[in-house]
């Protein structure tokens, strides 16, 4: 059973219990590579002490939260933080100041990838479900998602491998042998040299 950290209590909590706090609203631009991991009861405190904050009962939300996380102390902290937070984007919301954010707004990005890079993309594009790599791959996943979404939407002959591999995945989500053997040969790469 896969167990995470509250980021506000600091409780263990099995990952199905676990949720995703967006500290940067979706809304906003926010996106799933910068959430923080939550247990039910801190992420509705935050949201519950955020409306507090905006609303006449604003003077009392300290000593609510005091009174609930009593003596965790980073847990009084850290709610009052993402709850703080959380206040200013709803401010921003209300006087129509957070403006939606359109994903295709981006700008224009033109590459060319060797075949390597695209075999690359390919393997990792397979992988993309599998929590373990994903976990592995840090902020590297980050760019992953990136460049896996921009080459779908980009070479429509490369969506269709990518999906057929990510299907592949989700029925059997240990990773291909390839793909196994690409991540050897990379962290075997990523070794500083020996002296
Ligand atoms: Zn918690």
Not at 89 to 97: D, H, N, S
Not at 142 to 148: E, G, N, S, Y
Request: net charge positive; charged share 20%.
């Amino acid at each position: 059973m896969n167990v995470v950290k509250c980021a506000v209590c600091a409780r263990p909590t099995p990952e199905v219990f676990a949720q995703e706090h967006h500290p940067v609203p979706q809304a906003a631009g926010g996106t799933d590579m910068g959430t923080v991991p939550l247990c039910a009861s801190c992420h509705a405190n935050i949201h519950s002490i955020a409306t507090m904050l905006q609303g006449p009962r604003a003077s009392m939300a300290e000593d609510t939260v005091r009174t609930f996380y009593a003596n965790n102390t980073a847990g009084v902290q850290a709610c009052l933080k993402l709850a703080g937070e959380a206040a200013r984007w709803m401010t921003l919301k209300k006087t129509g100041q957070l403006k939606p954010v359109q994903a295709h707004e981006d700008v224009e990005l033109i590459v060319t990838v060797p075949a390597a890079v695209k075999r690359a993309l390919i393997l990792l594009g397979r992988d993309a479900r599998d929590p373990a790599t994903q976990k592995r791959l840090g902020l590297a996943g980050a760019v992953r998602a990136i460049l896996i979404r921009y080459v779908v939407d980009k070479f429509p002959a490369l969506k269709q491998e990518i999906q057929a591999s990510q299907q592949q995945v989700q029925k059997n989500p240990e990773p291909s042998r390839a793909t196994k053997q690409a991540l050897a040969r990379e962290s075997v790469a990523r070794k500083p040299p020996q002296r």
